[in-house]
């Protein structure tokens, strides 16, 4: 087969260049049209359900929606494999898990299905909005930050402008999947009440919801009559069809204050000749609704648009339509300033592309060079060039095809494949431009086809053996939890497509080139390949011992290595040099809005100081619809770092100045870093036995009972109850008899406070394709203490005035921030760390103590914990790793067809990678993603090349020469300008890599070069002198398996039609 | 000619004649005058409008006569009709087929009447069937 396809090349040469050359130019192009992103999609698959409930306490949330959602609806779902939920004052947050590999589509079909359902089944009572099902998000979702001011127009205005105008334009944007508006303000006329001013005229705050309701054309208020506007109808003439609509007459404040008041009769009040109008006893302004959250940017407060994308989005895309969309829309919004300069992780994407198109532009010049100057001629060189190209070009369309997102992990696999397919053309190449010159001076007629097809073709099966055993080296990662498990596959891929196009290439276009190109070139060995065959020939016939030089090399090599690896650090999460930060703020539980605030916007404007930094903004609290599922006591100020400056130290000034902020807690980190803690940070060293159950307070003692119990567990280094924060709550709870004696009921008390503290949505104003509230609340004075409740007036049926104190306690009360469930249950999770004993044995251990412990009704425990994955993916890696394993010894005995040369080339294949372990020792001490793919990619080589030498030495002495030292060197000789030349071309592509690497793009990449550059030093020592000297001693197979013969016949035949 | 030549014309005649007759008028060659036509009148932007005999008879345009009573001068409701900037009109003919609009005002519409003291005087002759039709013509519907 594999002669086939060079035969058929080498025919149609012409053919395969003029391929080779579309091929280079389609992938070129298809490069820009290629979706772009920093990372690959590392969640697993979710679906997230928000109800938003202004007003309502995290205790009511959860019992009002919550439960009712998680319990009735939600928990049956099917492929389900976690649930979660978060109940905070005015949200409800259920996340859904779904089992690996569970379509995004069908998963989203599923809660649908249950979602409609919300009302009528589960009774989800009507003081919420509805639940709303979040667009499918990606990992890292956010792609823009888009701050409006303005010195004109007012922040409600600019609010109307962002909701109505410019986020339905946004949204339309291809790629974007939300908007969230941080500060968003709505326009709301806002009817205020005071008692005494009710009381004065004897009416109570129903009169008013009343009269203001049925004023409007529209109200929700299924007790109004304005509930059921009516509709215009139409009369029809003999002629003509005339319809009737009904032009609202109130948009104004003062419009609505003209309205007489209505009493529960539905008659007007006359005082004196004149109806009682509303605005005789309320004042009627026009305000904003109580706020969630807030923004303030570097100039001041600010309204912030967060922009959130779909996964497998274009990034570039995706913040180009917003730019466009909002210079479109810029003319027609006067006097509002609109900044896009914040968080452009396009820019970084665009920065990778540049500096790694720097990198490899650099590395194939210095390539040239180091093979058209020592080695080949120009030609030859060439012809290499263009095999590599070609491969490039090749891998592009493959991933194309297969509509994969350029990221980080992409790029790095390809680069991790360069190796091969730089050995690949560099080998092959020389190899056939090394038996054209022969042929040559001695001039025996063979055609150049045939050499061209005999040398191709010993080139290929080392290589064809040197692939299989990469493929098992990849594949125990595909196993893996965490995020080598997250990132990993996207490296892989890419490198497999990219050795499979250049393995087909490799047979394809080298040898059509080489026979356009090398056919008759005429110049002598150069003067530097010479000189290396020559001193290597007197090197290995001057130094007796070679085989103790051979495993002293090894041994100190590996002993190094193996010394080196507990001095370097794990980190396997890619570590991106993005220059915009993102501080994370977290106040005291219960801080207020008006205090995060004024702490956000003075950090901001100390932040400002910072000449290394710029474009600053800050958002607290959350929106609707957001990505952030906090109450207002937490906050997010993000910064980029001007282009000039250095990244760390202009972190180091970040941090310095927010240490200086005592009250709250400020994180700093880059958006990606941030979001790969929340979806895959599992602390291996921690045990977690997490209690479930439904009341605080047994809940709280039970926690206790098990830490105390798990207090003596032998390897339980300490044992602590995760806390749940608590905060300030007024509880308010009616005393029935009391309220009795006044004849009101418990219920009746709620909704008369909820109406002062909260506000009722009475009815809808529709303007100009625009819908605002009208709403009942109190005035903010009878509202701004504690103390103001207890003065609350209650509508009594009688009419007596009574105020709220009068019949329920007011208390002030520690209530949990956030209500977290887990499977529907609420829990607290017992955290043991874990000391000297692995963590599988103290699990399994505190198991069993926790089960010897009685439980309370309804409570049940789990003992979790990230060991308990990464027991089961380390077994996994472990049995199939050793697999792996068995199958490359077992390629090696078939490549070699002997069991002792295959337990050799095993065996000393780890000396190559210790090259690797020692350059990155020196260079970031640090083992990362790169690091495991540059070793990866040097036993891909090495494999290769030691495959290559043995069969070399084998086909030797099948044809005839003597076993010896003799036979070695010649065998060695014969490989040497291939081996040399790939070795001299990978370190000298591979260098600039190296140089910039920890380059904006260059992270991983980076990480690999050094890795290679290590590697591929040992790897040749390997080849030169450990192999050549173990095989001296050890190589030679006395009783030769007759198999063994017939993977030489091809030799044999080359070696005919070479002589 | 050869027999195979032949054919060969035969087809390609047959063939010619068709696309020619494919190519020819859509309607079968008959010749349609319009039902209605509309000229405009000088100084205003009303139209008359000329109906065919054919057309009338198809529309079967009614006409009755202005008559005038102690509310006003009366029409049928029917014959009135209502512009999109509020004021009404009737359509009036004085020589047979042509019909144009005259405005009335101010009307009051009471028991199927139509009552008004501005507009065409008693006897005049106006159109009670097919009003719409015409003033679909002169506005131009579909067009």
Sequence with gaps: MLRSMVRFSLRFS?????????????????????????????????????????????????????????????????????????????????VMTFEPGTDILDARQLVTERITQAVAVAGLPNVADAPQMLQPLSSTSRVALVSLSSDELTQIQQSVLARWVIVPNLLGVDGVAN???????????????????????????????????????????????????????????????????????????????????????????????????????????????????????????????????????????????????????????????????????????????????????????????????????????????????????????????????????????????????????VAGVGLVSDRLQHGRTESNGASAGKTILGATIDERRPALYAFFIVIGLIVPFFFMEGEVGAFFPAIAWAYLAAVAVALIISLTVAPALSLLILRNQHSAESGAVARLKESYARRRAASSGKLTTALATGGVLVLVALLALPFMDTVMRPALQERDVVIDLEGPPGMSLPAMDQIAADM???????????????????????????????????????????????????????????????????????RINEVLDRSADEVIVRVYGEDDVTLAATADEVAAALADVDGAASVAVRDVADQ??????????????????????????????????????????????????????????????????????????????????????????????????????????????????????????????????????A???????????????????????????????????????????????????????????????????????????????????????????????????????????RGTLDRIVPIVASAAALVAFFLPAVVTSGAVGLEVTGDIAITVVGGVITSLALALVILPGLYTRWGHVKNPDTSAEDLYIDYALVEEERV | MRASTRRTAGVAAL???????????????????????????????RYVVHVTEKAAERLDINTTE????????????????????????????????????EEISPVREEGGWAYYENGPGPGTTVVIESVAELWGEETGVGK
């Excluded at chain 1, 903010?780 to 007596?800: M, N, Y």
């Excluded at chain 1, 251990?845 to 309804?858: M, W, Y």
């Design chain 1, 14 to 94: 012409w053919l395969i260049v003029g391929a080779a050359v579309g091929l280079v130019a389609l992938g070129a192009m298809q490069l820009g049209n290629a979706r772009k992103d920093l990372l690959p999609e590392f969640e697993p698959t979710i679906v997230e359900v928000q109800t938003e409930a202004l007003g309502l306490s995290a205790y009511e949330v959860e019992q009002l929606i919550t439960v009712p959602l998680e319990q009735d609806l939600l928990n049956g779902v099917a492929f389900l494999e976690e649930i979660e939920s978060a109940s905070l004052p005015g949200l409800s947050s259920v």
């Design chain 1, 179 to 425: 908007v969230a508006i941080w500060g968003f303000r709505d326009r709301q006329l806002q009817v205020l009440m005071e008692p005494e001013r009710l009381a004065s005229e004897r009416l109570d705050i129903y009169d008013v919801i009343r009269t203001a309701g049925n004023a409007l054309e529209v109200s929700p208020l299924t007790f109004l009559e304005a509930s059921k506007p009516g509709t215009g109808g139409f009369i029809d003439t003999v002629n003509q069809r005339l319809h009737v609509f009904h032009e609202q007459t109130i948009s104004t404040p003062d419009e609505l204050a003209q309205v007489p008041i209505e009493d529960d009769e539905g008659r007007a009040i006359f005082r004196g000749g004149n109806p009682l109008l509303l605005g005789d006893v309320t004042d009627i302004v026009e305000d904003h609704q109580p706020l969630i959250g807030d923004a303030h940017c570097s100039d001041g407060p600010c309204i912030l648009l967060v922009i959130e994308k779909f996964p497998e989005a274009n990034t570039p895309e995706v913040a180009d339509g917003v730019d466009d969309a909002l210079s479109a829309l810029q003319p027609g919004l006067e006097g509002m300033e609109i900044d896009t300069s914040f968080y452009r992780p396009a820019d970084y994407i665009d920065s990778t592309f540049s500096n790694l198109s720097i990198a490899l532009i650099v590395g194939a010049v210095l390539m040239l060079a180091v093979l058209g100057l020592a080695f080949f001629d120009w030609r030859t060189a060439l012809v290499s060039l263009v095999s590599i190209a070609a491969s490039l070009g090749g891998a592009a369309i493959v991933l194309f095809f297969f509509d994969v997102t350029l990221n980080t992990m992409i790029l790095a696999g390809v680069a991790m494949a360069l190796v091969v397919i730089i050995d690949d053309s």
């Design chain 1, 604 to 674: 901001v404007s100390d932040l400002r100081g910072l000449s290394d930094i710029d474009n600053i903004a800050a958002h607290v609290g959350r929106a609707i619809m957001s990505d952030e599922i906090a109450d207002v006591n937490s906050g997010q100020i993000w910064v980029s770092i001007v282009a000039e400056a250095d990244r760390d130290s202009a972190i180091e000034d970040i941090d310095d100045i927010v240490a200086r902020y005592d009250e709250v807690r400020g994180t700093l980190s880059t958006y990606s870093e941030q």
């Design chain 1, 728 to 861: 300030e709550t007024i509880e308010i709870e009616v005393d029935i008899d009391r309220a009795q004696s006044f004849g009101l009921k418990p219920g009746d008390v709620r909704r008369t406070a909820a109406v002062y503290l909260s506000g009722l949505t009475v009815g809808n104003l529709f303007e100009e394709q625009k819908v605002f509230d009208v709403v009942v609340w109190g005035d903010p004075s009878i509202r701004e203490t504690p103390a103001d409740i207890t003065e609350l007036e209650i509508a009594t049926p009688s009419g007596t005035r009574v105020s709220l104190g009068e019949v329920a306690d007011v208390r002030t009360v520690e209530a949990p921030t956030v209500i977290l469930h887990e499977s529907v249950s609420k829990y607290l999770d017992v955290v043991v760390s874990v000391g000297d004993r692995p963590a599988g044995e103290v699990g399994a251990a505190i198991a069993d103590r926790v089960e010897t412990l009685q439980f309370p009704a309804e409570f049940h425990f």
């Design chain 2, 66 to 101: 202005v008559s005038e009573t102690e509310q006003g001068l009366a029409v049928p409701s029917a014959a009135v009709i209502l512009e999109p900037d509020g004021r009404f009109w009737v359509y009036v003919t004085d020589e047979p087929l042509a019909y144009h609009r």
């Design chain 2, 15 to 45: 063939a010619l004649a068709l696309i020619l007759t494919a190519c020819g008028r859509g309607d079968g060659g008959l010749e349609l005058e319009p039902p209605a036509t509309k000229v405009k009148i000088e100084g205003t932007d």
């Design chain 1, 863 to 969: 003992v979790l914990g990230g060991f308990a994955e990464q027991e089961a993916s380390n077994s996994a890696v472990l049995a199939v790793g050793i697999a792996i394993l068995i199958a490359i010894y077992l390629l090696f005995q078939s490549a070699f067809a002997s069991w002792r040369l295959a337990t050799l080339a095993f065996l000393v294949l780890p000396v190559a990678v210790t090259g690797g372990i020692l350059t990155t020792l020196i260079f970031s001490r640090e083992m990362t993603l790169g690091f495991v793919a540059g070793l990866i990619a040097i036993v891909g080589l090495a494999s290769r090349w030691v495959i290559s030498l043995i069969r070399r030495y084998q086909e030797l002495e099948f044809s005839g020469t003597e076993f010896g030292p003799d036979l070695v060197t």
